[in-house]
Every structure is written in structure tokens, then in C-alpha cells.
């Protein structure tokens, strides 16, 4: 069983910055590591629908939803077992859960909500 555990959100003026973290754990993650699952960060708003915001492939392709360009990094430590989301130059309409995604196998396109672990979220609320 794989486990991931969100944090690093808060509430932050427009233009500021986050760093959303994403500890990984469990009996496949000490074996194998985060480097052998697909991975991602998506988000949602109240009465919208899950967004993928960007992605990071077992062979390090990242994949960034457009909206997000050039304000968002996506990374992971593999000795750590973490994914990290380093969010710039924030906009209200970035304001939502933040939820971070495993598979360690995706035929999907990347930014797709079709991931099958799941983390529990994290909540970035962005002022104008």
C-alpha cells in the first residue's frame, strides 16, 4: 500500500509564492522508490472539476498545464520519497485543493485525473 500525505499550503496575496510537498510511503515506495511511479499535482476548486496543473513521468518528462506556465515547478527528491510543487506568482484563480497523484502504471495522458493513488489535499487560497 502506497501512501501520500500532502502539505505546504496556505493562504498567500496575489503575486506571492508556495512550495507544496508530497511525502510518499509505504512497502512498494521503500522498494522501488518514487522514481518508478508516474506523478502529479492537481487541483480543484468548489464547483469545478479536477485539474491537472503538471506531471512528472518515471523518466523525468514533466508535463504543465497551460494556465500555469512558466509560474510552476514541479520536482521530486527521490532520496526523500517527495514530490514538491514550488507555486510563483500566485493568482486568485490559483486558489484551491491541491492534491497530489501516484500510478506506477499510466497509459494515459499525464494530466488526466485517472491516477490511482491519492493524497488527502492541501488548500491554497490565493487574495486579490
Known amino acids: 500500500v502506497v501512501q501520500l500525505v500532502d502539505s505546504g499550503g496556505g493562504s498567500v496575496q496575489a503575486g506571492g509564492s508556495l512550495r507544496l510537498s508530497c511525502a510518499a510511503s509505504?512497502?512498494?515506495?521503500?522498494?522501488?522508490?518514487?522514481?518508478?511511479?508516474?506523478m502529479a499535482w492537481f487541483r480543484q476548486a468548489p464547483g469545478k472539476e479536477r485539474e491537472g496543473v503538471a506531471a512528472?513521468?518515471?523518466?523525468?518528462?514533466?508535463t504543465y498545464a497551460d494556465s500555469v506556465k512558466g509560474r510552476i515547478t514541479i520536482s521530486r527528491d527521490n532520496f526523500k520519497n517527495t514530490l514538491y510543487l514550488q507555486m510563483d506568482g500566485l493568482k486568485p484563480e490559483d486558489t484551491a485543493m491541491y492534491y497530489c497523484a501516484a500510478d506506477p502504471a499510466k497509459r494515459t495522458p499525464p494530466l488526466l485525473p485517472t491516477y490511482r493513488i491519492w493524497g488527502q489535499g492541501t488548500q491554497v487560497t490565493v487574495s486579490s
Open positions: 512528472i513521468a518515471r523518466d523525468d518528462t514533466i
Open positions: 509505504g512497502t512498494n515506495i521503500n522498494m522501488f522508490g518514487i522514481s518508478s511511479y508516474y
